[in-house]
Structure formats: C-alpha cells, structure tokens
C-alpha cells in the first residue's frame, strides 16, 4: 500500500507540472503531425496500395510507434535539471520508496504520449483510417509499454551520465539505427532479406509489426501476442535496472 500511494503522490507532481505547461504535449505531437499530413499522403502509389485509407493502416501505427519511442527516450533531460536543481538530492531525506520516484514520473510519460496518441488517431479518421476500438485499446496498450521501457531507460541512462552533453549523442546513437530497423516509416518487406534479417534482432520491430496487425484487424496473428510479450518483458527489465539507478543515487 505504502508503495502505491508514494507512486500515486508522485505521478500526481508530475502531472500537475505537465498541466502547468501543457504546450509541450502540442509540441511532442507536432512533428508526427506533419508526417502525417505531408508524408503519409505519399504513401499510396509507393506502398501501391488499394485506397489512402489503407496506406494510413500500414503508416499510423508505425508513427505511433515512433512517437512512443522518442517520447520515452529523450525524457531524461528534464530529469538532469531536477538533479542540478537538487529535487533529486532533497528526495533522499524522504521516506518515499526509490522505485515510486521512477514509476510516478514514467507513467506521467505513459499518460502523456497517450493523449498525443489519440490527437494523430484521430487526425487519422479524418483520412478514412478505421480501425476497431478493441484493437485501437491493445495497440494503446503495447504503446503505453514502449513508452515505459523507453522512458524509465532514459532515466537510468540519466542517472549515469548526468549531463546533458552526453545523453544528448548517446540517445540519438541509439534512436537511428532502432528507428530504420524498425520499418516505422515503411515496412520492412520491401528490403533486402539480410536487412529483414538484422530487424529480427530489434525488439520494436516486433511491435510496429503487432500494432498493424492490429489496425488490420487481425487479432490472431502471432506478431500481436508476440511483440506484446517482448515489449512487456523488456518495460519489466528496463524498470528494474532504472530502479536500481534511483536507489544508487538517492541514498
């Protein structure tokens, strides 16, 4: 109990924070915004698909997708400024559990990147996207796991380096190669087989896959249970190691 309610207290903060300046919800949502109204348009004769609606069905999961991805990963730079401005030094006189301080900001990600969410779905219908709100829900779901694996990643990765200098290359090093062999943008059974190969070994691949199966509609196809169970497990792992970092450094 006392674990759920220092995570509730802290997820409230940081809810009221994000309140505060709600701009930078519009802000994380415009870029894929802008994909999908001059890109995505595009995509018909490349993908030489039947209809724009679907195009949009093979294009907006993997935006999503890419928008839980970056969302999560760049979030540790806000908490640099918290441990430059000393919240996280003044955290260790607290009797707060170290892994609500993780939590309670992660799920304010979780619920940050779903409200950008539904704002590019329901762009999307404006574009005859239709999809089945059951499916939409699971979707939803392996996308709110992305974004606490990546989220609670950045911040373990920002408890390490502590500078902004560092996390700035560092993420980036990893966002390139995992948004290419991901078949975000298009998917990857246009590539070569040894590309296809490599993209095998990328856990996101898996889940931009599961999230067009399910905008297809096809709840039965293994690639939905499948990224879902590989984004699930990895979220668990990525907290744990992120929580380890917090106990380290708030003591």
Do not use: C, H
């Amino acid at each position: 109990m006392k674990f759920a309610r220092d995570t509730w207290l802290i997820f409230q903060r940081q809810i009221q924070l994000l309140l505060r300046n709600p701009v930078w919800v519009f802000v994380g949502v415009f870029q894929p915004v802008m994909y999908l109204l001059l890109f995505a348009p595009l995509l018909k004769p490349a993908l030489n698909a039947p209809s724009q609606a679907a195009a949009y069905k093979v294009f907006v999961p993997g935006l999503l997708v890419l928008l839980a991805i970056f969302g999560g990963l760049f979030q540790g730079f806000g908490l640099i400024a918290e441990l430059r401005s000393g919240v996280i030094e003044r955290s260790r006189v607290t009797p707060v559990s170290r892994l609500a301080l993780l939590l309670g900001r992660s799920l304010r990600d979780v619920v940050s990147l779903l409200v950008q969410a539904v704002i590019i779905t329901l762009l999307a219908l404006l574009f005859d996207l239709r999809v089945f709100i059951g499916y939409l829900l699971l979707a939803y779901l392996m996308l709110a796991l992305i974004a606490l694996m990546t989220s609670a990643v950045s911040y373990g990765v920002a408890l390490k380096v502590k500078s902004e200098d560092a996390l700035a290359p560092l993420m980036n090093t990893v966002a390139q190669p995992v948004l290419l062999l991901s078949g975000i943008l298009l998917p990857l059974t246009f590539a070569p087989g040894w590309l296809q190969g490599v993209a095998k070994w990328n856990p996101f691949s898996w889940a931009v896959d599961g999230v067009r199966a399910l905008f297809a509609g096809d709840l039965g196809n293994d690639k939905v249970w499948q990224g879902l169970t590989i984004i699930a497990v990895l979220a668990v792992a990525g907290v744990v190691w992120a929580a380890r970092q917090f106990a380290r450094s708030v003591r």
